[in-house]
Structure formats: C-alpha cells, structure tokens
C-alpha cells in the first residue's frame, strides 16, 4: 500500500485550497482510477514512493511498482480526467558528478531507486498535458512514524550515540513545510513544467549533521566525518553530489527556498507543537 494526495482547488478560490488526503494502492490501477474519479480532483499532488534507496536496489521488483507502474498508473488516470499532476521527483535521478544541477541537465541514475523515479518523470511527460514535476533533496521534518536524516541525528545524539555521517555526500537538504510552502504556490500559480524545489544550500552530510547538533544543542563530537566508500551499510551506490539549483523555482514562482540555518530554527521552533 502507498499513498497520494489529490488536492481539489475549487473554482474561482485561488486564495486557498480544498485538501484532501488519502490512501491508495498506486500499483493497483483499477483502484486509482476508482479513487481519483470518485473525487475529481483539478490538482493532484503525487508523494507517494518506496523512498528507501537500499530497500529498491533489494526488492527491485517493488521500487518498479510503486515508483514506476504506480506513476504510470496515476498519470494516465490525470490525463483522462484533465487533472494537473504535481510528481515529487528527487535528487538522485542525477549522477552526482558534478553538482548544483538546474532542471534540464541530463539524467543518470546510479541506483535503482533512482532509475524508477525517473521512469515516473518519463511517463508523466508522455501521459499528461499539464504536469509539474518538482524535484526535491532529503526531506526531513518532525513524523509521527518513522525517523529521516535530521531527526535520526536528533535522537542519535540526544542519546549519546555516536554516529558516521559521510562529509563527502552533497545534497540540498529540504524542510518538509518549506517543501509545502513551495507546492502549494506552484499550485496557486497554475505553473507547469520542471522546478527544483529543494533547500536553498548545499551541504555535506556530516556538514548537515553539525548545523543540527549546533542548532539543537547537541554535542557535534557524537557526529563522525567519514567518507562514503566506508560506510558498510551501505547497499545501493549514491551520488556523490546531487545538489541542486533553485533560481529558478525563486524566480518564476516568486517563493524563497530556505538556507539552512533558517530551516533548522523552523524545525526546532515545531518541535513541540
């Protein structure tokens, strides 16, 4: 089971948005076109993924599904109702060569979770007339459920553990409501095409780390440089800097991806509310 987000933007409300959220099995296309037609959404943003990049170089079978037949499946359902499709796209579909990529820089994925978001991007761009695909960079944010990279290096070093963050791994780390703030003008906007909506800075993760310990009091030693062909765990290749440029989201939608510093006092001004 993964879940969507079709968001219905009534007529003639451009201040505001109608939301709804729920659940779907994307893979499963009788269900989204039964799901998407019984709502008849005008906007549907698409978040859902198998965003574990080791878990789809493993279960490649499933990566396909969700992120590749599971697109495939929602776009072709927008098409045939005429709802815009908003694809949350990622990062890694570059091959990290070089960094700071703007929007129309070819892609090279070097791992199979990469490979499949991708595909999700070729079958919006050959199903749907009126897309945008908006390309984001290691989310985080407070979750009830499940930890990601900001908030494992919060409980890490709130409990004293000692953790290995490679200092030669760049990405533009993006604030999930920052994340929002940016959709939801896109939206209001009615633009279309390809944005990079990431973080405003790029960043190493052992850097990343550092600016987490600092903001929330941590004691930053816990947090150990290492480079990323040491770490073990490791079962999928990752771009060495997948980093991206934001001019021109800033630009044409008129919305401030936030630097670093900005976005981790959000995250630990939220933390208790």
Not at 5 to 27: G, N
Not at 32 to 58: F, M, R, Y
Not at 211 to 226: H, N, Q, R, V
Request: proline residues 3%.
């Amino acid at each position: 089971m993964a879940e969507t987000t079709p968001i219905h933007l009534p007529a003639k409300a451009e201040s505001f948005l109608c939301a709804i959220y729920m659940k779907m099995d994307v893979a499963d296309a009788n269900e989204v076109l039964k799901v998407l037609s019984g709502v008849k959404p005008d906007v549907v943003i698409h978040a859902a993924a198998e965003t574990n990049v080791d878990k789809c170089e493993i279960n490649k079978e499933l990566a396909w599904k969700v992120n590749a037949e599971g697109t495939r499946n929602i776009a072709q359902v927008c098409a045939e109702t005429g709802a815009k499709l908003m694809y949350i796209s990622t990062d890694y579909i570059f091959d990290g060569e070089k960094g700071l990529y703007i929007e129309h820089e070819q892609a090279n994925p070097v791992n199979y979770y990469a490979l499949t978001k991708l595909k999700g991007e070729e079958f919006v761009r050959e199903l749907c007339n009126d897309f945008v695909i908006a390309r984001t960079s290691v989310l985080y944010g407070w979750h009830a459920r499940k930890l990601n990279f900001a908030t494992w290096v919060i409980d890490s070093l709130r409990n004293r553990r000692q953790i290995y963050v490679a200092d030669d791994h760049y990405n533009s780390p993006t604030l999930v409501d920052n994340l929002a703030e940016i959709i939801r003008r896109i939206v209001e906007t009615n633009t279309a095409g390809v944005y990079h909506t990431a973080g405003g800075e790029r960043v190493s993760r052992h850097g990343f780390a550092l600016k987490i310990a600092e903001t929330f009091d941590l004691e930053s030693s816990l947090a150990i440089a290492a480079k990323m062909r040491d770490l073990k765990a490791w079962v999928a290749k990752r771009p060495r800097d997948s980093s991206l440029r934001v001019d021109k989201v800033r630009k044409e939608i008129g919305v401030e991806p936030l630097k670093l510093d900005e976005a981790l006092r959000r995250l630990r001004n939220s933390e208790s509310t």
